[in-house]
């Protein structure tokens, strides 16, 4: 039942995402960095379809099935980072609730130190602004790789890549820093907000 559930997923690569005319993030990293997306896609459908020949409950089996979490999340997180970044778009103070203005922070500037710092976690992996829709509560929260430490139950609203492979073609190792900013600089809060809304209900 479960091998008819996976063999039947299809993941496309989200051509339509595909961010352009970055201020600070240049078209050859984000041509570099699209590249390794496609290689998430890639090998996400591929260890669905070698699920599906797997021996049930087979140590092999197990093993694929521990590596999808790898994949599946690097595919989905990408798509969510090249789909929050878009050239010339502004924070509006119309939309402060997914700014993460407000009651959690403060103000834009204290939420905007919080998330950098998060970012300055030592280590690879993910900043995620989610939105916990229960209590509405907003986190800057660090992800490590692709899938260790995601909140249950929360909703991704704003997606930063902090794995080097993001910023190496733009900025030498250590100026990790200028990047975050170019990415706060590039953030599409249009569609940020819109994820706020549609978690929020
Ligand atoms: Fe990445």
């Known amino acids: 039942m479960s ?9 496309q690569v989200q051509d339509h995402l595909k961010p352009g005319g970055l201020t600070g993030i240049s078209a050859k ?14 090998n996400t459908n591929e260890l669905l379809e070698e699920l599906n020949h797997a021996r049930l409950g087979s ?27 878009a050239a010339g778009t502004a924070l509006s103070s119309r939309s402060p609730r997914a700014a993460a203005r407000g009651e959690t922070w403060g103000d834009l500037p ?4 919080d998330f950098a710092k998060t970012a300055a976690i030592r280590g690879i992996g993910w900043v995620i602004l989610y939105h916990e829709p229960i209590a509405g509560h907003l986190f800057n929260w ?28 733009d900025y030498g190792a250590g100026e990790e ?20 809304k549609d978690s929020a209900g």
């Not at 990293?29 to 890639?42: D, N, P, S, T």
């Open 59 to 85: 140590r092999h089996w197990g093993e694929l099935k521990r590596r999808l979490g790898y994949e599946f999340n690097g595919m989905v997180l990408h798509e969510l980072y090249f789909g929050n970044l």
């Open 110 to 113: 204290a939420w905007r130190e």
């Open 177 to 196: 820093a200028k990047y975050v900013d170019a990415f706060l600089e590039n953030v599409d809060w249009e569609t940020v907000e819109q994820r706020f």
């Open 29 to 42: 990293q984000i041509e570099a960095h699209w590249q390794l997306y496609e290689g998430y896609v890639k």
């Open 3 to 11: 091998a008819k559930v996976l063999s039947s997923a299809k993941y």
């Open 142 to 169: 660090w992800v490590s790789d692709h899938e260790v430490n995601h909140p249950a139950g929360l909703r991704p609203i704003l997606v930063l890549d902090v794995f080097e492979h993001a910023w190496m073609v």
